[in-house]
């Protein structure tokens, strides 16, 4: 969600880009290699923030989903005991909804800044709701999974990063909502029947898991674990990836960066090694955290189901 | 004459004491003995008295009596106003009727037999009157309790041998000091003392009870007889006979002890009242130790004295004897079938101690309880009641000292019962550390930590001397029973208890049903208010109610009480503990009044709609729960469906992700090779158009 190029300011991503001098004062005595920003800091502190509450979340609520389980309870101690992990998650849920709502105010923001219109921003090259190119590049992606015809030119944003980014959306309205019911039933029922309560118990775990397990397999798989990115892919959090890298996996954004010649303005210096390393470690420990948590909701759903 | 004589008597009689108060047996003896009287009197008015007491009126006349002088005055008034008022001199002293004066010195002893034939018979067979016979000089005649010339009727108080005064007219002879007490053989001494401080002297002697009895009551008035004679009222067999002449209905009221056909049919065997109820004690007792406990002492005392079958010491502390419970019992009486005429009067014992001789209620407990069965059988596991109690020192149960004292319960059932031991090597059933348990138990916490002597222990529970196995139905600790038990502790609980679902009363269902024991276990029980107590309880109720169990599991309570946290509703939050009652019932706490309420214990902004949350819901029931079944699956559908569509994209997307891979290194070896030639700049250089 990187501003648009064509605007006439200098997209503000580049500007705090160019804050350089530390690194070389650290010893970099090389000039650093420039890479291609792609994400906005906003974005990059909402999805660290984003992984830490989804993590506590994750925790916290297969814990109390998966009681039965001896790892449960372990893990429910881990956090103090059942009524501080209950506190945890609900902190968690707190901070992921005033989260949500800085994303939906920062959409505003940007959509009246730079698009004028939901249409504009919505319908544009750069949006995130799905489109007719979307459909050919999977359709394209499957005949290149076979062999049967070249890798699509994705853009900006593929098919599976919009169904990430889609599917969370979706995610955190329903779970949100919920859980808020959970979280306050005596205001609900004022106007729910009781038993919705029920259903929102079902909906609120079986949409946890879903997002859960996507999130940890999938998601991991795609965005961060996929062989060509092995070890980890550090775009979310460094905001930059090389060109090369770019001119790969995004051909047709590329194209576009060099045609309309913004590409220089949208690069800046990459981050130290040491960085790299704090955000490498930072990426493993979530992704150790979340297999972690798949494994568990395997064992529970395979060994000790009931 | 006759006429005016008698009602003159029963002028002054009435005048004297009333009629009505006059106890039944005086009154009956006073009708004929004035007749005879009135009727010598008749015959004899020839020589007149006013003849005699010419001289014998005469305070200083003294005649000769066997050798001895004596005053022979007798006084006018006195005998005017006497019994014997009526009747002239020589109607008594008949040896001088018709003699003249002056008549012989020594005149013949008076016969009162001459008119009272009846007494006069009895005083001849009874000890008094054998003395007498024999020439003793201490034996009694009639003068010397009646009186001489100043007789005075039974019923005067002034009499001799009024109610009130017999106790003194005996005592002349029979108290401490007096001559027959110091040269006869008596065997009770300080009669006099001890009874007058006993109830029936207390009656007599402080209340002025006239009925209360007197010497002459238990030992008669004239057919005195030693202890030893079969004819006396005294005699073993029938002291019981003479104390039911007052205490008529005992046997009614005395049962505890001896039943009442037994006492009659074997009095030889059953113990007499004096046995327990020394003559001359009754009831208030002060004696230090029976002169018979003294006479076993004799031997027992000694530290040497060995039982000659098996080598015990038969020693006996008589200062332990002192302190315990039995201090007021001697020896005989529970050592029973000794004989006091043998030199060991203990050689004729062949039973050992029956504590069920006197303790018959608990006797009969026993007998039928496992113990007394075992006892029965001769099996060594059978305890005896000295194994708790103790032999000698036995003391109460409310003396801290005790065995038996609550405190010391647990640690005497234990001796048996203690892992190990031979009551719990034989015990087959469940249960088993109960020692150990009960003490870690909030009961033997209570006992023993708190020193709280109410609190449960063994007896309380298993009863003391009525223990049977759980499975006997007559059993405390039996299912149908146990409810009744705790209740007397519990009282409230049982009330609430007996009124619910789970209550046999109600006999709703024929399953088991569950009593105190199956949530708060025996022997562990603990605080309900304790964690571990809490968390339990859920699979308590889970062992008959395993659907409802289940489902509940499946909810939010359900789930966080499985992690161990106790503050989510639990089974007996919603439903009761104790007073659990079908949601039909309108108290039940589940009922459509209460519900709301029960909800707002825990959730106090609780309405109407939130109690429709549904506690027990499961998604796996379509036909009760359907928008839980449908949701489930449509989320499992959704879940399923996006996992397979990622799952095979990524699968496809692998082999072609590693080949991507492979051209990237190839690429960047490449590169590496051409840098090594021509410096390249870091940044690619901009892609012609």
């Known amino acids: ?306 | 004459m006759v006429r005016m004589s008698m009602m003159q008597r029963r002028h002054t009689g009435a005048k004297m004491h009333g009629t009505a108060t006059r106890p039944p047996g005086l009154r009956r003896l006073g009708r004929p003995l004035t007749l005879v009287v009135a009727l010598f009197a008749s015959a004899a008015v020839a020589q007149e008295s006013s003849d005699c007491l010419a001289c014998h009126s005469d305070e200083t006349l003294k005649g000769v009596r066997r050798g001895r002088t004596i005053s022979v005055f007798v006084n006018e008034t006195a005998f005017t106003a006497s019994q014997h008022g009526s009747l002239t001199c020589v109607s008594c002293h008949a040896d001088l009727e018709g003699k003249d004066f002056p008549h012989v010195e020594d005149p013949a002893k008076v016969q009162c037999g001459t008119c009272h034939d009846g007494e006069e018979k009895l005083h001849a067979a009874s000890l008094h009157g054998k003395a007498l016979t024999r020439g003793d000089p201490l034996a009694p005649s009639c003068a010397d309790c009646h009186g001489a010339h100043a007789i005075k009727p039974v019923e005067h108080p002034s009499s001799p041998v009024a109610p009130l005064k017999i106790p003194f007219t005996c005592a002349k002879c029979h108290q401490e000091g007096a001559p027959v007490q110091r040269a006869r053989t008596i065997h009770q001494d300080h009669i006099l003392e001890n009874f007058s401080e006993s109830i029936h002297g207390e009656g007599l002697l402080r209340k002025g009870l006239i009925v209360a009895p007197n010497c002459a009551t238990c030992h008669t008035a004239h057919s005195i007889l030693p202890h030893t004679d079969p004819n006396s009222s005294i005699a073993r067999r029938n002291i019981a006979a003479t104390c039911t002449k007052c205490h008529a209905q005992i046997e009614n009221v005395h049962r505890k002890i001896i039943k009442g056909e037994l006492w009659e049919k074997e009095a030889n065997v059953l113990p007499a009242c004096v046995d327990c109820h020394q003559p001359h004690k009754v009831r208030k007792v002060f004696y230090s130790q029976g002169m018979a406990d003294r006479d076993c002492l004799r031997c027992h005392e000694r530290d040497d004295i060995r039982s000659t079958e098996d080598g015990r010491s038969l020693t006996v502390d008589p200062l332990v004897v002192a302190d315990s419970r039995h201090v007021k019992v001697s020896c005989s009486q529970c050592h029973a079938g000794v004989n006091a005429s043998h030199l060991r009067p203990c050689s004729t014992i062949t039973q050992p101690v029956d504590c069920a001789s006197c303790h018959a209620e608990v006797g009969q407990e026993f007998m039928l309880s496992i113990h007394g069965v075992l006892l029965a059988k001769q099996d060594p596991n059978g305890p005896t009641c000295k194994e708790c109690h103790g032999t000698h020192e036995v003391l109460g149960k409310l003396n801290s000292k005790s065995p038996t004292f609550p405190t010391n319960v647990p640690d005497l059932c234990a001796r048996c019962h203690r892992e190990g031991e031979k009551a719990a090597v034989r015990y087959v059933g469940t249960q088993h550390q109960i020692v150990e348990r009960y003490t870690e138990s909030i009961h033997g916490k209570g006992l023993k930590k708190s020193g709280l002597t109410v609190t449960a222990m063994c007896t309380n529970c298993h009863s003391a001397h009525s223990i049977l196995p759980k499975s006997d139905p007559a059993s405390t600790v039996n299912p149908t029973r146990l409810p009744e038990t705790c209740g007397r502790c519990h009282f409230g609980i049982e009330e609430q208890f007996n009124k619910s679902v789970h209550a046999t009363q109600q006999g709703k269902t024929d399953k088991p049903l569950p009593v105190c024991n199956d949530c708060h276990s025996a022997h562990t029980i603990r605080r309900a208010d304790e964690q571990g107590f809490k968390l339990e309880i859920m699979n308590q109720c889970g062992r008959c109610h395993e659907q409802i169990s289940k489902t509940y599991f499946d909810t939010y309570h359900g789930k966080v009480s499985q992690l161990g946290y106790t503050k989510t509703a639990k089974c007996y939050d919603c439903h009761g503990a104790h007073d659990i009652l079908p949601v039909s019932d309108p108290r039940s706490h589940l009922s459509h009044d209460n519900v709301v309420g029960t909800c707002q214990k825990c959730h106090p902004g609780a309405g109407r709609r939130f109690a429709g949350y549904l506690s027990h819901a499961t998604h796996h029931d379509p036909e009760k729960y359907p928008f839980l079944f449908w949701t489930f699956w449509g989320m499992t559908s959704l879940l399923v469906g996006t996992f397979v569509f990622g799952g095979v994209h990524t699968l496809l997307w692998l082999p072609k992700a590693f080949q991507l891979r492979r051209e990237r290194r190839l690429r960047h070896a490449q590169e590496k090779k051409d840098a090594a030639a021509p410096s390249e700049p870091t940044v690619p250089s901009e892609p012609t158009l």
């Open chain 1, 1 to 306: 969600m990187t501003p648009e190029t064509g605007g006439q300011t200098p997209p503000p991503v580049a500007k705090t880009a160019r804050r350089t001098p530390r690194f070389v004062e650290a010893g970099w005595h090389e000039p650093p290699r420039l890479q291609y920003v792609r994400f906005s800091r906003l974005n990059r502190v909402l999805h660290v923030v984003m992984i830490v509450s989804f993590l506590s979340l994750a925790l916290t609520g297969m814990s109390l989903k998966f009681s039965y389980t001896q790892w449960a309870v372990v893990l429910s101690h881990m956090f103090g005991g059942f009524e501080s992990a209950g506190y945890v998650h609900r902190f968690a849920a707190t901070v992921m909804i005033i989260m949500f709502i800085i994303h939906i105010v920062d959409l505003f923001r940007r959509k009246n800044r730079e698009f004028g219109t939901w249409k504009a921003m919505l319908t544009g090259p750069h949006s995130m709701v799905f489109n007719a190119k979307d459909l050919a590049d999977f359709i394209g992606n499957m005949k290149w999974f076979v062999g049967k015809g070249p890798r699509p030119q994705y853009g900006r944003w593929t098919y599976w990063e919009k169904f990430d980014y889609i599917a969370v959306f979706w995610g955190m309205t329903v779970i949100g909502s919920t859980g808020l019911m959970l979280w306050f039933p005596e205001i609900f029922t004022l106007v729910l029947p009781g038993w919705l309560i029920n259903v929102a118990t079902i909906i609120h775990s079986d949409e946890a898991l879903l997002a859960t397990g996507f999130i940890f397999t999938v998601h991991f798989f795609n965005t961060h674990l996929r062989p060509e990115k092995f070890p980890m892919d550090t775009v979310v959090f460094t905001g930059r990836m090389d060109v090369e890298e770019l001119m790969d996996d995004k051909p047709a954004e590329y194209n576009e960066l060099v045609r309309n010649g913004t590409l220089q303005e949208n690069l800046a210096p990459a981050y130290p090694p040491i960085v790299e390393r704090v955000i490498r470690a930072f990426g493993w420990t979530a992704v150790t955290i979340g297999i972690c948590v798949v494994v568990m909701i395997i064992y529970a759903m395979v060994f000790a189901y009931r």
